[in-house]
């Protein structure tokens, strides 16, 4: 066991993104969201429930702001609702929805906490969605206009940017999985979509660039790292193709001017994502940093039968999450130590990283997530562990701040290190884990385990 060591300066937080949290799906001229489609056709979410309301955060931030200052927390990463702030398809600006991000973002600062927004968590506007979507080149330049718009009112204020939060998720399991917005199941169309994405992705940053040139850009990429089933060559392999797919495939066009090898038949996944003459130049950016969202592994095999990544995906022997997830901690080492070496040593923010866990209140009144306190303590020497071997890990930030609106899974998963009443006002109840991250932050001792694989 060795004891944690952080650097100065490193960064806490806690992280949320809009549709899960604000609510007032309707209110000052907000315009209708994927989201806002999605939840409300029947069948969609588990709990047949819907962010309308979630944690009524559009009501209520200055209550959470209140929180991270009294957990400690120095950051806040929150993203802009694009609907809320272009509405309409005639691309103006409702200036009730900036004004909101402006009031936010001032308290935050009242506060010494520091704004980390991201430009986009999933929640597309359903004028940009009926246009052809993330499908259609025309998202390229009303995204960059979006971004434009919010960096230019917000950017005075703000030092970092993160344009996208997993665009391999809203890509995946939007257009071929179909269980999110906006419920599509469709390969090809996928493959199309995340070479528009990407083409969005460089745009955008070049468009905050531009906008706000002495702000620091990046975005979050989730993270699945893949463990292979055995040492046997084929294994590797197709633990290779699957970090390709799910971890690379939207950054290494960006950084490295290249798709990585994921496809068994590579030329004809290449084939139908409509990729023109100058395309591939006009991806090259650079980021000021990479963010991280990592909550779980995967083990995988070879499986020729799978006709295109011929992977298979294995059940870990770790503990479990009330999601399903496997909890292996050093998985986020071995993250790290890879993205460190893939893209040159860059700066590294852990934006997501947390245990679904059902607790709620005990008789004492208070929420005992003696399990979502253990996930944390884990990890958290995991990141420790890797800064100790040279990583420049920057912060770290808990999913969540609060219990929300957990996407397909509607309220039947709490991520939050504080509780929400959902039954009873929405009012908020700090766990045992946000008072543990609270006490970490402040300087409580954590040890790791650094012979963990």
Known sequence: MRRAKFPAGFIWGAATSAYQVEGAWQEDGKGESIWDRFTHSPGNIVDGSSGDVACDQYHRYPEDVALLRELGLRAYRFSIAWSRVVPDGSGAVNRAGLDYYDRLVDELLANGIEPFPTLFHWDLPQWVQDAGGWADRSVIGAFAAYADKVVRRLGDRIGTWTVFN??????????????????LRDPGITLRTSHVVNLAHAEAVRTVRAAAPKTRIGSAFNMDIAYPASEGPRDVAAAERHHAWVNAWYLDPLVHGRYPLAFLDQDAAIAQMDIRPGDMASLATTFDFIALNMYSRAIIAHDPSEARFGIRQLEGPGR????????????????????????GHPALYITENGCADATGPGPDGRVHDASRVDYLARHIGQVARAID????????FAWSLLDNFEWAAGYSQRFGIVWVDFEDGRRRLIKDSGWWLRDLVAGAPLDYDDALD
Request: charged content about 25%.
């Open 389 to 396: 071997d040279g990583c420049d890990i920057r912060g770290y």
């Open 320 to 343: 479990r999450n009330s999601f399903g997830w496997e909890i292996w901690p050093a998985a986020i080492h071995r993250l790290v130590r890879r993205v460190d070496r893939d893209y």
């Open 166 to 183: 997993e665009p391999e998720v809203f890509t995946t399991h939007g257009h071929q999985h179909g269980v999110h917005a906006p419920g």
